[in-house]
């Protein structure tokens, strides 16, 4: 998902009776639904997968921005240019939510963003994709950010109460994306044979990467599992990706265009589609930074970093001396 | 880090409906004159306050978790104090 494969630090799954008296107190609580908040005692287990879990969503906010990016200066018309530069500004939102999340759990911003920035944190794979056409960019809101909504709205009643609360923020302006998406789509299914042609070709490109977003199966990983008993995952990958494809393929029917796999289709007695194989090879070379644009987007994160540097000091410094003539005015009077 | 961060402001958000300002997250800014401007651009997209206060989170004191029991638990027994405890007749309206 916006979080992929989150090390959990766990070897197995203790059963209540293992776990330290505080720990039990811990489990209890959220076993009972109840709240976790950034000043109550948690493991630091906990702690530490919470921080590499919100970091990362935040951070695929951030990078995600990139590909869409790309296509402001090009969009087809002023109002379209307008909606894309929205839903970038929105993307900037959903990674302040999140950084603001995860800074409540002891870690500075500007140290996430120097791991994100060292290669040592990880953003979602789904970024590192190139966006070719406009197409791309419908493609994006309506499967990219579907995919994501798929995973958020769970996370809405997650256990941490700043991460759940900041999903509920970002869920509520997602919606606008996913639309937005589809609506290019269908604006570009309903014009001449090559438009069309330009959204099935995203369609080609972006259906099996969107479908790697979820993650590889995670029935039998202790990370979900652990990730699971702590109520920061709710459905496991193969759940919300099943969600996602029953709820998709209908919204390709109505576009006219098809997902590229000659084995999906619907299953009566499961009343769910059978999709074809993902290639989980090219998610794991991805993942490991080889994926089409994982340099490219790295170098346009350090560069922004780079030459904000100025901004930043200088902000400070105005602000430093802003506070020193203040006091020197209050001595004064 | 060789430069020191931004400081941590929190965002309270006055609705339209006229409802006292309500929390809505955190942002970090170098004086309060941008921590308004920013607060403006990330929580205010979509019309969501007439009025903004943002406060220095450094200068926020919170009661711990731990004194959850002894502060909120004395509430419990007083139940007398909400209108429900008291059972009206029926035949006794407008009350």
């Known amino acids: ?333 | 880090m060789d430069r020191s961060e931004w400081p941590l402001w929190e965002i309270f958000i006055r609705s339209q409906h006229g409802l006292a300002h309500k929390h809505v997250g955190s942002l970090h800014a170098p004086d309060a004159e941008m921590a308004i401007k920013n607060a403006r651009d990330v929580y205010t997209r979509r019309n969501e306050g007439v009025s903004i206060w943002v406060v220095p989170s450094a200068a926020i004191t919170a009661t711990a978790p731990g004194a959850k029991e002894p502060l909120f638990e004395p509430a419990n027994s007083k139940v007398y104090r909400h209108p429900t405890f008291f059972p009206m007749p029926d035949a006794v309206k407008h009350i």
């Open chain 1, 1 to 333: 998902m916006y979080a992929q494969m989150v090390d959990t630090g766990a070897k197995r799954l203790r059963p209540l009776e293992e776990l330290s008296p505080e720990e039990r107190a811990f489990q209890e609580r959220i076993d009972a639904d109840i709240r976790i908040e950034p000043k109550d005692w948690m493991p630091e287990a906990y702690r530490q997968t919470l921080i590499r879990q919100i970091s990362q969503h935040a951070h695929s906010e951030i990078v995600g921005m990139l590909p869409e990016g790309n296509w402001i200066t090009r969009a087809p018309t002023l109002k379209r240019k307008a909606i894309l530069m929205a839903k970038v500004q929105d993307e900037a939102g959903h990674g302040l939510y999140l950084y603001s999340a995860a800074e409540t759990l002891g870690v500075s911003r500007d140290q996430l963003v120097a791991d994100l920035h060292a290669g040592k944190a990880k953003y979602s794979s789904i970024f590192n994709y190139p966006t070719l056409t406009w197409a791309d960019i419908g493609a994006i809101g309506w499967l990219v950010d579907g995919a994501a909504i798929m995973n958020q709205i769970p996370l809405c009643r997650c256990s941490f109460g700043p991460y759940a609360r900041a999903m509920i923020r970002v869920c509520k302006e997602e919606s606008f994306h996913q639309r937005q998406g589809f609506d290019i789509m269908l604006t570009l299914c309903r014009g001449n044979e090559a438009q069309k042609a330009m959204a099935q070709d995203a369609l080609n490109r972006w259906w099996w990467p969107s479908l790697m977003m979820f993650g590889p199966p995670d029935a039998d990983s202790v990370h979900s599992a652990q990730s699971a008993q702590w109520k920061i995952k709710i459905l496991s990958n193969d759940e919300l990706r099943q969600r996602f494809v029953d709820q998709t393929v209908p919204q390709a029917d109505y576009l006219g265009i098809t997902m590229p796999d000659p084995v999906l289709r619907w299953n009566d007695e499961r009343a769910h589609y059978d999709f074809g194989p993902i290639d989980w090879e090219e998610l794991y070379a991805v993942v490991r930074g080889n994926g089409p644009c994982n340099r490219d987007r790295m170098r346009t994160r350090l560069k922004a970093w780079a030459e904000g540097e100025w901004v930043r000091e200088a902000a400070l410094a105005y602000a430093a001396k802003q506070a020193a003539r203040d006091a020197k005015a209050a001595k004064a009077a």
